[in-house]
């Protein structure tokens, strides 16, 4: 079990370290975001990607030993969370474990308030952007301001209905 104990806090700080490199990448997203730099912006998205990939392999990794550590502890056919782990994991494992639980949640915390951030962003500008289409198709489809001589508002053909007389 103490194999299995070790293994686990290796694989939690290996997913903290990937949550942190995601933090980064997701501070310079807000950046680009705010430049309007498109094409930065794609490449951080595929960085993005690369360690998401990462860090779903690492996650299946601490499923599994979790499911290990769960049926060495008898409790088979139940999940067993790192917070009980980490509460019955005996003397310096058991402290490292809930030391690096408690940075596992904060790097999380973290990434979820800098993801806010940028959709926060990114619905602003896309309805900065969609404000500006409207006015634009505005102006586009309404009638002429001023006629051919520069007259503001002026029609070249006076209406009929309005000139005669009853």
């Known amino acids: 079990m103490q194999s299995l104990l070790t293994e686990l806090a290796t694989t939690l700080r290996q997913e903290i ?3 942190r490199r995601l933090l980064a990448v997701v501070r310079k997203e807000r950046g680009r975001i705010v430049r309007g730099e ?8 595929r960085r993005k990607e690369a360690i998401t990939r990462d860090l779903a392999q690492l996650g299946a990794s601490r499923l599994s030993l979790l499911e290990r550590l769960a049926g060495e502890c008898g ?7 790192l917070a009980q782990v980490s509460s019955l994991a005996p003397g310096e494992v058991g402290e490292r474990l809930q030391a690096l639980l408690v940075e596992f949640r904060g790097a999380v915390g973290l990434l979820m308030a800098a993801n806010d951030v940028n959709r926060t962003l990114l619905d602003r500008s896309l309805d900065f952007v969609h404000g500006s289409l409207a ?14 001589g520069g007259r503001f508002g002026e029609d070249a053909r006076p209406l009929a209905a309005v000139n005669q007389t009853a």
Do not use: C
């Not at 409790?75 to 969370?81: F, K, L, P, V, W």
């Open 17 to 19: 370290d990937q949550y």
């Open 38 to 45: 498109l094409a930065g912006l794609a490449e951080l998205v």
């Open 75 to 81: 409790e088979t056919g139940s999940r067993i969370t």
């Open 135 to 148: 006015l634009f198709r505005t102006v586009a489809t309404s009638g002429p301001t001023y006629n051919a």
